[in-house]
């Protein structure tokens, strides 16, 4: 077992702990031991025989309150207290151990709580994810209302005879997710192909599309299918349409009006029968007025638009722990580390929800991936959430940010320190628990680096980007006094 949280001060019930757990951490009373479980995320939960049934009650409903689910174990004294065991068991303790007599099977018990399987908690989770009736196909994870419009959006479309689809929406908000979703719905057993506008020039894009007959340019020496007529009566996405040169607009608004096309030096009307959908994340209002977009292209391709929310949107905060969670339960990116993370601390998830999300669900998706690789627990935790400061930010005064020559041991071990404090709003236990270090040692460096409560706050006004704690992390216990 990894971490043991102990309600005692006894040193037999501490010395029980540390057989049984590489990390011991001390605390006095219930107040505190809520804090260090919501900074460290134990694997138990040991308290000693001061606690009465109802105190693990009390401390289990703020648990409960707070969505943290950890095993509690109670080791009374040596004597012998008829009904006790079960008074603690109906108030939620996972056992309770009779004094000395009974410390064998405390090695039983941890056995039994670490074999608890993890898989099938996480099915029955992930399967709430997805709005149920479009669960088999579409993995789109969420539950705001942005979400569920979106959704209901998404449907409409698919199932009427809409063509084109607009989709549109910042980068990362998963347009092209949404795309694929259009397609699935309406007609799964088709194909599928996707165009990146920007990516091509103009002529290749042309003849991409449309494709080409021999001979009709330097080059073209055989004859080229274009993917209007490969996609069949599938799906054809143009992404980041409004990079599409403007002549090559003209030619794609005749394929929408008459629903056929030519290929390109050909003379032959081929039908299209694919519905096509286009996204961007510009504003095509202002490519408009720029004069890079056709306004009557916008206007065809226009019926019934798919807007899809930013992550940083009113009410999709509720969507970024539901997505943090998939990707955690989701992600390859350490197979050894495969179904053994699986959630996020309180701190960890704040902190992913303080930020705004320029890069929106992709974003996310990368900040989560790398916590997977610096966490070293079962469990995320906010010095692993590595969050890039907001592109030309001046202001940013995280360690990472300094240039080289500013670069001091002290600095950073104070900055760290500072920001430790400010994120468990100077509860130094807390703080302590998150630097793993232990409180004394607090003390002693906040006296060192001369940081104060007001100064801290003064300084970092506006300044603060959540989750800047580098990973580093120290395996020492903390033993609060
Ligand atoms: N609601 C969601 N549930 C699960 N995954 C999502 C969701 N939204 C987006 N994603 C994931 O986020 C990533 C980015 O999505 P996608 O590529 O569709 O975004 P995009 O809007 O097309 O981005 P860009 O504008 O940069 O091309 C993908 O891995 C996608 O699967
Ligand atoms: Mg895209």
């Not at 990390?23 to 025989?49: G, Q, R, W």
């Not at 890079?292 to 992550?311: G, H, S, V």
């Not at 800047?468 to 033993?479: D, F, R, Y």
């Amino acid at each position: 077992m990894r971490r043991i949280v102990v309600v005692s001060g006894q040193d037999q019930v501490q010395k029980l702990a540390h057989k049984i757990a590489q990390e011991v951490f001390v605390a006095d009373d219930l107040a505190e031991a809520l804090d260090i479980t919501e900074t460290v995320s134990p694997d138990l939960l040991v308290f000693d025989s001061r606690f009465s049934p109802d105190h693990i009650r009390q401390f289990l409903d703020t648990t409960d309150k707070n969505q943290i689910s950890v095993p509690v174990i109670v080791i009374g004294d040596d004597r012998n207290h008829p009904g006790l065991s079960e008074d603690f068991i109906r108030m939620g303790a996972c056992d309770y151990i009779c004094g000395k007599q009974d410390y064998s099977r405390l090695q039983e018990i941890v056995g039994r709580i670490t074999d608890k399987p993890k898989a099938a908690q996480m099915q029955t989770s992930l399967s709430d994810f997805f709005a149920e009736q479009y669960a088999a196909s579409v993995k789109m994870v969420g539950r705001s209302k942005a979400l569920r419009d979106q959704l209901k959006m998404i449907k409409l479309v698919a199932d009427s005879c809409c063509n084109p689809v607009l989709i549109v929406g910042e980068t990362g908000t998963g347009k092209e997710l949404a795309a694929k979703a259009v397609h699935l719905l309406r007609h799964s057993n088709e194909q599928f192909i996707a165009v990146n506008c920007a990516a091509l020039t103009a002529n290749l894009l042309e003849s991409e599309l449309f494709g080409h007959v021999k001979g009709s340019f330097t080059g073209a020496d055989r004859e080229k299918t274009g993917l209007l007529e490969l996609a069949g009566s599938g799906t054809i996405f143009l992404d980041e349409i409004s990079e599409m040169p403007m002549d090559l607009q003209a030619k794609l608004l005749r394929v929408l009006q008459e629903k056929n096309f030519r290929k390109v030096g050909g003379t032959s009307t081929i039908p299209c029968n694919a519905t096509i959908i286009a996204s961007s994340n510009r504003n095509l209002q202002k490519q408009i007025r720029a004069g890079r977009f056709r306004r009557d292209l916008y206007y065809r391709l226009n019926i019934c638009p798919i807007n899809i929310a930013p992550l940083r949107a009113p009410g999709r905060s509720e969507d970024i722990k539901l997505l943090a969670e998939y990707f955690l339960k989701t992600s390859t990116i350490c197979p050894e580390k495969a179904g053994r993370i699986t959630s996020l601390t309180k701190l960890a998830l704040e902190a992913l929800q303080k930020h705004a999300w320029p890069g929106n669900v992709r974003e996310l998706s990368n900040v989560i991936e790398r916590a997977i690789m610096l966490e070293t627990t079962d469990k995320i935790g906010l010095s692993s959430i590595m969050i890039d400061s907001p592109p030309n930010d001046e202001s940013s005064d995280g360690p990472t940010n300094d240039h080289v020559t500013n670069f001091s041991l002290e600095k950073a071990e104070r900055e760290l320190i500072s920001r430790a404090l400010r994120e468990t709003g100077w509860q130094k236990t807390r703080a302590a628990a998150l630097l793993g270090i232990t409180r004394a040692t607090l003390y002693a460096k906040v006296k060192q680096y001369n940081i104060e409560k007001g100064l801290l706050v003064k300084a970092d006004c506006g300044k603060q980007t959540p989750g800047e704690i580098p990973a580093t992390h120290h395996s020492e216990s903390v033993a609060v006094p």
